[in-house]
């Protein structure tokens, strides 16, 4: 399970490029760990650090700059998410604090896993995103972008606010903090009752095989 999420009140950052990619996001060399834990500092790497393997910042990357500190959300450009399936990357995000991904497009399996771990993937159009970042970048601190998976819309100062789209069952698991066990989990009383009538209905299948 994850922390579920219902509203985000945060700082958004503006990193509206196409096509940023699983290895953008997470470089493979920065992968040294199957858990969960200990990629924050490689989140993006490739563009946070002036060299590779160092750990001086870039100043011109966003997220290195001193008005998006703490930042939550970020605004992406179309196809965010692409190339490899690697989890990992959603997991740096996680770690590092980014709790939804504002973009016109995202490649489907990196949408899944965010979904899968507690990062809202909202899609609105370019210019939706656009308008967001223009009003953003004025004072990032005191423009806060507002998600509400509740009532599926972005807020984005006065007057500014769009609806967007999620399955129902994605949409639970985010608000109730779910993995996609977890939200099995939730039909254990259907399931019991399942097996206990196919006991009965078909014994053979539960049997174990007899040893010589």
């Given at each position: 399970?994850?922390?579920?999420?219902?509203?985000?009140?945060?700082?958004?950052?503006?990193?509206?490029?196409?096509?940023?990619?699983?290895?953008?996001?997470?470089?493979?060399?920065?992968?040294?760990?199957?858990?969960?834990?200990?990629?924050?500092?490689?989140?993006?790497?490739?563009?946070?650090y002036t060299t590779i393997g160092g750990r001086d910042p870039e100043p011109s990357f966003v997220l290195n700059q001193a008005p998006y500190a703490q930042?939550?959300?970020l605004l992406g450009g179309e196809n965010f998410g692409c190339g490899s399936s690697r989890e990992h990357a959603v997991w740096a995000l996680h770690e590092f604090g980014i709790r939804s991904v504002i973009a016109p497009s995202f490649a489907p399996i990196f949408f899944g896993n965010c979904i899968r771990n507690g990062i809202v993937p909202v899609r609105l159009t370019a210019e939706a995103v656009q308008r967001i970042a223009s009003w953003v970048v004025t004072d990032p601190q005191v423009h806060r972008v507002r998600v509400d998976v509740d009532a599926?819309?972005?807020?984005?100062g006065e007057g500014m606010r769009w609806a967007f789209e999620l399955d129902p069952e994605s949409?639970?698991?985010?608000?109730?903090?779910?993995?996609?066990?977890?939200?099995?989990?939730?039909?254990?009383?259907?399931?019991?009752?399942?097996?206990?009538?196919?006991?009965?209905?078909?014994?053979?299948?539960?049997?174990?095989?007899e040893h010589e």
């Open positions: 399970m994850t922390e579920p999420v219902r509203q985000l009140f945060a700082v958004a950052a503006p990193l509206i490029r196409a096509n940023v990619d699983t290895d953008a996001i997470i470089p493979s060399r920065e992968m040294k760990t199957v858990s969960k834990t200990g990629l924050a500092d490689g989140l993006f790497a490739g563009w946070r930042t939550q959300i599926l819309c972005v807020e984005a949409r639970e698991m985010l608000l109730e903090g779910l993995d996609a066990i977890d939200l099995t989990l939730k039909s254990k009383t259907d399931i019991d009752a399942f097996l206990e009538r196919d006991r009965i209905e078909r014994p053979w299948i539960y049997r174990l095989p």
